[in-house]
């Protein structure tokens, strides 16, 4: 018998425990239950009953759990481990990743054989997507707009996701309205600032702007990892397009965008490189989006007839990759539109 066996198989059978882990993780926040437990220590039978989960169940899963060493579990209750406390403001990418695109992992195989794209929960994505930004993307569109000749009046948020990021962006002035554009957006309505619109961008902005339409300097418009989707669902020739629309539509427009370097080992030997970048990379491969360079991005602003007044990246104190770029556009001067 080969003594060496079983550390081997323990070392292997990693990545599943991993597997397994991560899905246990997003659960324990889609369920209800991380935040019943976050506010102490809860009873578990009566904790299952407020959430209408199957007792035997919960006990199992707050078990397995408890193994992993999130939860600590005596005599029929459950406590949060000082592990499992530090997990709440990393939730939203568990909800972009494994609720997001776990069923795009699945499908790996078969996009590899040609089979089209793999598909993925829209709207898990947009939520994960919007509290991930809190952290990083949002407070780049702030340093963005920091750069502006003036504060706007109105801010279009194209591809706006569950509308909490565009909410987060015009809270900070009680003067500024939003108009948020989504597919998956809150149901059409105007509260507190806000309105929703349920559409893609493309057709928002062909039905919205007109052809000689002079742009409006006190609006912003906003696409955050949007352009990605439309190049590959629509081609080159539509992000152009809607650059081009959108700075017809206001005096400036705010793009956040991913800089695609899944070859460059400077990136890729990074923690954040392996931990979250290097998925990242590959689910784009996988679905109907596509990443592109900072070089390309530039190229096509500039195809585009648009101007980058400012360049900037995410705070190096949450990404320090230098992967998260953002671009402040305007019109270039005697630019065909």
Not at 205 to 234: G, K, M, N, W, Y
Not at 258 to 266: F, G, K, S, T, Y
């Amino acid at each position: 018998m080969d003594e060496g066996f079983e550390l081997r198989l323990i070392e292997a059978l990693q990545p599943v425990r991993g597997f397994a882990l991560a899905q246990g993780i997003y659960h324990l926040f889609s369920s209800g239950l991380y935040e019943r437990i976050a506010e102490g220590p809860q009873e578990i039978p009566a904790l299952t009953e407020s959430l209408e989960l199957d007792a035997s169940r919960t006990s199992g899963f707050l078990q397995y759990l408890a193994n992993e060493n999130y939860v600590t579990l005596s005599g029929g209750t459950v406590a949060l481990t000082e592990q499992g406390r530090a997990l709440g403001p990393y939730r939203p990418w568990y909800e972009l990743l494994i609720g997001g695109y776990a069923e795009t992992f699945q499908q790996i195989t078969d996009v590899l054989r040609g089979k089209g794209y793999a598909s993925r929960d829209g709207r898990l994505v947009g939520i994960g997507s919007c509290g991930m930004s809190a952290f990083d993307a949002l407070p780049l569109v702030r340093e963005l707009m920091s750069d502006l000749p003036a504060a706007p009046a109105s801010v279009v948020d194209l591809g706006c996701g569950d509308g909490t990021f565009l909410a987060g962006l015009v809270g900070d002035s009680a003067t500024v309205t939003g108009i948020g554009v989504d597919p998956f957006a809150p149901e059409e309505q105007t509260a507190g600032g806000l309105r929703f619109v349920r559409s893609g961008a493309t057709d928002y902005v062909r039905d919205t702007v007109a052809p000689d339409a002079e742009p409006d300097s006190s609006r912003l418009c906003l696409a955050a990892f949007l352009l990605q989707e439309i190049l590959e669902q629509e081609g080159r020739g539509a992000v152009v397009e809607l650059v081009r629309s959108a700075l017809r539509h206001s005096g400036h427009l705010a793009i956040v965008e991913v800089d695609h370097r899944p070859a460059d080992p400077q990136v890729m030997r990074h923690g954040l490189g392996l931990a979250y970048y290097n998925p990242y990379f590959l689910l784009h491969v996988l679905t109907e989006q596509k990443l592109e360079t900072d070089r390309f991005w530039h190229e096509l602003f500039q195809e585009a007839g648009a101007s980058v007044v400012s360049r900037r990246v995410a705070d190096p104190s949450v990404d320090s990759t230098g992967l998260e770029i953002g671009y402040l556009l305007t019109r270039q001067e005697g630019a065909a539109q």
